[in-house]
């Protein structure tokens, strides 16, 4: 297992030309325990609030959200680190993976550190992050880490007031109260910032990227939040950075009033993967969707090309939709890449860079897009428990691009006109990470094709 790993990594260092090494994050960790204790019967199952808001329900069912504790990948990735975890911090952080995964689980202490039997927690922990837990975030303490408080109520015959966007909601089941808090990206940074529980490293930090971005403009009025991107888009509509963002009139309780817009629940990213394994074809088409219109390609040097000379292509990568680095989050993990092919009229290939080979692996020259975490040693890890530095880190920012330049040579025998082709490709994961983690039942890691860019160039 620890030398198929150690192969992982080293197809993905190869692949890094720089290795530029970050300083060493020497800032003391967090209290991974600072909150109140709270009991499962508290809280309220999701069923019971499909009841009265039957389309919200359908949209979180089938979201990361609803699966973040039953995500086969998460599961074999925690129960894995767990075994290289030895050190007082790395064992620290390893029992922080279940604070953000299972919120209600974590904090009833029902479940503490990966080492448990996960079949064995509640039903109503299991389903992840959930409406009821949602809707009593009612404290921030600071953002990231998990920095709240809930205010629950005390189950399903004296349920919590529900925090939310409205100020005139009425529920004949419920109190309701207008949360500010719950309009803006602060609210998604509580569990959407992420460093490392002993040494602080950033691990995920899309709330700070958003933050430093243009979208977030200080003026409340312009400001584009992570929910008008994430919580507008529903099929056929990704409401991303570079496409309209319409409102959605219609009902958040089945039994109305009509509004001029509500939030839909959906909370697509780009996992094409977990939504499908857990049974939701749609959530999964819907990541392809927003994977779609993320990013646009654009050739800065195309030509002129003459023969028996060595050529140069540049090419632009821009980052026109997302509200964050592309990509973001877990970014030791995702993996996104150009697939470059020059051929000539008769299909001789001059240039590739970006192919997958039959097992899957990107080759090992290609521009990929992610970040290496090291290890005290300054070894390159995967297992962020393990981690505490940066080793290298190559993304492209919200509204800012990156430029990549490729050389190749035309021989004497080529046919003109030059086919030039460049497609920008996402996956979650490597295919042979994914193969470490689900073993035999491992499904094929699905590419998606973000953006595509092709020119046809005549030459002497
Ligand atoms: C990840 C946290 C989260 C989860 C899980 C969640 N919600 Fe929400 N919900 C929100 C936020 C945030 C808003 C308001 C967005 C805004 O104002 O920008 C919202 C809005 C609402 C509203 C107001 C109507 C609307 O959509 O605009 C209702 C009703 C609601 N949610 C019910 C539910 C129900 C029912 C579930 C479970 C099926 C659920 N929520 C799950 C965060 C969540
Ligand atoms: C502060 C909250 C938080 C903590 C603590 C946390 N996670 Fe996560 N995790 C997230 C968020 C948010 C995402 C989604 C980011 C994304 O999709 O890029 C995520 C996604 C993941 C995924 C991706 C799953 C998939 O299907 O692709 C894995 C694997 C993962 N986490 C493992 C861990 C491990 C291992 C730990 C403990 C060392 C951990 N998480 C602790 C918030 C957290
Ligand atoms: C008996 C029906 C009923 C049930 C069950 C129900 N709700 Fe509601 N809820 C309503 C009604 C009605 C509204 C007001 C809708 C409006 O004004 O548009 C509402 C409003 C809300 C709001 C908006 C609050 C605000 O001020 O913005 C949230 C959030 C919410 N419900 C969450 C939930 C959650 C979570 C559950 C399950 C734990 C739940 N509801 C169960 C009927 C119900
Ligand atoms: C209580 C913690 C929590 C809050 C609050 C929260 N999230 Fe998440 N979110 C998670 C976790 C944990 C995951 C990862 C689930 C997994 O991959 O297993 C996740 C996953 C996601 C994904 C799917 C990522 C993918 O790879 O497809 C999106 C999109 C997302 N969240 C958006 C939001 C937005 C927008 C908000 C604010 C409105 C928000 N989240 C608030 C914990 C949270
Ligand atoms: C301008 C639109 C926009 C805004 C604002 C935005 N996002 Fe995204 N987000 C996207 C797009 C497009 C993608 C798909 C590309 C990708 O996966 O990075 C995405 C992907 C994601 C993912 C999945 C990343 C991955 O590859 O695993 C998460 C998690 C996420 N967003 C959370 C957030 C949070 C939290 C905020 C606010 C702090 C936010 N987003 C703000 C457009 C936006």
Not at 361 to 385: Q, S
Request: hydrophobic share 35%; with cysteine.
């Amino acid at each position: 297992m620890k030398k198929l790993l150690f192969a992982i990594l080293m197809t993905v260092i190869s692949v890094s030309f720089v290795c530029a090494e970050t300083d060493k994050a020497g800032k003391a960790g967090h209290d991974i325990f600072d909150f109140k204790k709270v009991n499962v019967d508290q809280f309220i199952e999701p069923d019971i609030c499909e009841g009265c808001h039957s389309d919200i329900y359908e949209q979180w069912k089938g979201s990361m959200h609803s699966n973040a504790y039953t995500d086969p990948i998460w599961r074999a990735a925690t129960k894995l680190f767990l075994k290289d975890a030895k050190k007082e911090g790395e064992l620290l952080e390893m029992k922080a993976c279940v604070k953000c995964h299972t919120p209600l689980g974590f904090r009833s202490g029902s479940i503490t550190s990966p080492a448990e039997d996960y079949d064995k927690l509640d039903a109503l922990s299991a389903e992840g992050i959930f409406c009821n837990w949602c809707h009593n975030i009612s404290e921030v303490k600071h953002l990231g880490n998990a920095g709240y408080e809930v205010a629950p109520g005390g189950g399903e015959d004296d349920p919590s007031t529900m925090l939310g966007p409205f100020k005139d909601a009425e529920s004949p089941y419920h109190p309701t109260k207008y949360s500010e808090l719950h309009t803006r990206s602060e609210f998604c940074a509580l569990c959407h910032n992420v460093s490392h529980s002993a040494n602080n490293l950033p691990i995920e930090q899309t709330y700070n990227e958003w933050k430093d971005s243009p979208y977030n403009t200080g003026d409340p009025t312009t400001t584009v939040n992570c929910q008008d991107c994430h919580m507008r888009q529903r099929p056929g509509i990704p409401s991303t950075g570079k496409t309209e963002r319409p409102d959605n009139p219609g009902l958040a309780c089945d039994s109305g009033p009509e509004r001029k817009h509500i939030w839909t629940h959906y909370f697509v990213g780009g996992n094409s993967v977990v939504t499908k394994l857990l049974g939701s074809d749609l959530h999964a088409k819907m990541a392809v969707e927003r994977l779609q219109h993320a990013a646009d390609l654009e050739f800065i040097k195309c030509g002129p090309f003459k023969k028996e000379t060595l050529s140069h292509i540049k090419i632009k990568v821009i980052n026109s939709g997302a509200g964050h680095y592309l990509p973001t989050g877990l970014t030791e993990v995702r993996q996104m890449w150009l697939d470059i092919i020059i051929t000539d009229a008769k299909g001789n290939v001059l240039l590739s860079s970006g192919a997958l080979d039959d097992k899957g692996n990107i080759d090992r020259k290609a521009v990929v897009f992610h970040t290496i975490l090291g290890n005290e040693k300054g070894e390159p890890v995967i297992n962020v428990a393990l981690a505490d530095r940066i080793l290298y880190d190559h993304r492209v920012p919200p509204k800012g691009f990156q430029v990549e330049g490729y050389s190749f040579y035309i021989p004497e025998s080529a046919v003109s006109p030059l086919k030039v082709k460049a497609i920008l490709k996402y996956r979650s994961a490597s295919q042979a990470l994914t193969n470490t983690l689900l073993g035999k039942n491992a499904p094929e890691m699905p590419v998606v094709d973000m953006a595509v860019v092709e020119e046809t160039v005549e030459f002497e």
